[in-house]
Nanobody, 125 residues
């Protein structure tokens, strides 16, 4: 499956952005979706995830209450709505898909098999 992330940009602190992740090539609705981010000089970290049926969502503590993950399986797209952005949210944001088993971890990169190219988000103070 091919993933294309978009929607990044530059905003001031307190602003909002909505990232999109468009999938093609395989049945998107079969996959669980995760969003990760990587700031300069830092490890790529988990941000949010949603299971294939949209029943379950997961968030990093740092974004809980500010970010919302969703998906539209008919449109083969996942979204990450980001509100109340902070300078520390500045990073390249990546979407990824995989099959998360009951014993798997939603929060680890190795759980996701296909990755998009990333979209830059810059938040200024």
């Amino acid at each position: 499956v091919q993933l294309q992330a978009s929607g990044g940009g530059s905003v001031q602190a307190g602003g909002s952005l909505r990232l999109s992740c468009a999938a093609s090539g395989r049945t998107f609705s079969n996959y669980d979706v995760g969003w990760f981010r990587q700031a300069p000089g830092k490890e790529r970290e988990f941000v949010a995830a949603i299971n294939w049926s949209r029943i379950s969502t997961y968030y990093a503590d740092s974004v809980k209450g500010r970010f919302t993950i969703s998906r539209d399986n008919a449109e083969n797209t996942s979204y990450l709505r980001m509100n109340s952005l902070k300078p520390e949210d500045t990073a390249v944001y990546y979407c990824a898909v995989g099959y998360i088993s009951p014993k798997g971890s939603w929060y680890e990169r190795r759980s996701y098999h296909y990755w998009g190219q990333g979209t830059q988000v810059t938040v200024s103070s």
